[in-house]
C-alpha cells in the first residue's frame, strides 16, 4: 500500500501534522467507518467519515463521526441552502478522484466547501480517510478543520 496519496501530499504541503495507520479493507463491511474504527481500536466516534453530496444543486464535502447518520436538512442549513442529497458513488468519485471506500476530503481534484461535525472539534485527535481505502490520517480535529479549509457544524441527525 502506497503511503503517498494526493491525501497525504496535501496535509504536508499545509505543514499539517499527521500520522498514517493502516488496516484490512473489507468491502463487504456494513459500514466501512465502523469497521476502520473496529481495526483501528478507536471509538467510533474519533474516526470520521467523508460524505460527498449536493446542496441546491452545488457539490459539497461533509465529515461526520462513522457511527453517526447526516441530517440532510442540517447539511443544506450549514451551506445556506434549501435542500440536499448524497451525491451517487460514481459522480462522487468523478468530482474526488477516489474510490469510495477510500474518499479523503483532502487532496480532491476539484476544491469543494466542506464542513466537519461539530462534536468532533472535542475528540483529542480524529481519524479521516488518507486517500485509499486501508489508509487512515490521525490528527487533531483543529488542524483537520484547518486543511479542510472548512468549518464546523451540527451535521447528525
Known sequence: MSKATRATQALRKLGVAFTLHSYDYDPEAAS???AAAEALGEP?????KTLMAEVDGRPVCA?????REISMKKLAVAFGGKSARMLPPPEAERLTGYHVGGISPFGQKRALPAVLEQAA??????FLNGGQRGLQVRLRPEDAL?????????LIA
Open 32 to 34: 466501512i467507518g465502523l
Open 146 to 154: 484547518k486543511a479542510l479549509g472548512g468549518r464546523s457544524a451540527s
Open 44 to 48: 467510533p466516534a474519533r474516526v470520521l
Open 63 to 67: 465529515v461526520v463521526p462513522s457511527n
Open 121 to 126: 472539534m472535542g475528540e483529542p485527535h480524529v
